[in-house]
């Protein structure tokens, strides 16, 4: 079974307007955290936001911010204000506190941001 | 600043050659890891180091192994290349074990066998 699923391939959005990425998870540890990284066409992944289980508070780190519903098992990552140096693909990630060391992946979307 | 770096971003290889992967970082990080990334399948692990000459198979260990002989090197070898291991393979580190430790990567390897 999937434990992260991005159900949004590609998305689109006008510069300037806010856009959300999709992300739910599985896990049956209490203890886990979850993670969203970028990765533009040039190749490299760039960790943007992290939000752990136990958290309270929605992560928020400058344009973005993580909606974490814990119940839903979502963790949706929204961009305000979109740029278009924000066209990239997006990952979101989880680590279980009884995974060890490894972290496991979506499949991502991709988001084009359109002037 | 800290640093992943993969020894190639770009590399074209022949059926049956023994390939081999360089990643390099400079943070001092205990745990290494190697993945390879495919259209709608994200990331997938293929081995993991938690430190020098410890190794662990990740999800897609067939068909490759790893070396780590010093703590900042970390190398991912094809024993004998095949086409369906065409893909991009990305390194990453993390420092200890806390589960808030984001992953830093590498630029990826671009790697193509024909």
């Known amino acids: 079974a999937q434990k992260i699923t991005q159900t949004q391939p590609g998305m689109f959005v006008q510069e300037k307007e806010a856009v959300t990425l999709d992300c739910t998870y599985d896990t049956s540890d209490p203890s886990y955290g979850l993670f969203w990284y970028k990765q533009p066409s040039s190749g490299e992944m760039i960790f943007l936001i992290y939000q752990g289980s136990y958290d309270q508070q929605n992560a928020t780190e400058g344009r973005y911010s993580l909606n974490f519903q814990k119940a839903r098992k979502s963790a949706n990552l929204v961009i305000s204000a979109s740029q278009l140096g924000d066209s990239a693909m997006y990952f979101c990630a989880m680590r279980e506190n009884t995974g060890g060391f490894k972290t496991i992946f979506g499949a991502g979307t991709r988001l084009f941001v359109k002037a | ?114």
């Open chain 2, 1 to 114: 600043d800290v640093k992943v770096t993969q020894s190639s971003r770009y590399l074209v290889k022949r059926t049956g050659e023994k390939v081999f992967l360089e990643c390099v970082q400079d943070m001092d990080h205990e745990n290494m890891f190697w993945y390879r990334q495919d259209p709608g399948l994200g990331l997938r692990l293929i081995y993991f180091s938690y430190d020098v000459k410890m190794k662990e198979k990740g999800d897609i260990p067939e068909g490759y192994s790893v070396s780590r002989e010093k703590k900042e090197r970390f190398s991912l070898i094809l024993e004998s290349a095949s086409t369906n291991q065409t893909s991009m393979y990305l390194c990453a580190s993390t420092m200890g074990q806390g589960l808030n430790q984001p992953q830093h990567f590498g630029d990826g390897t671009r790697l193509s066998i024909l």
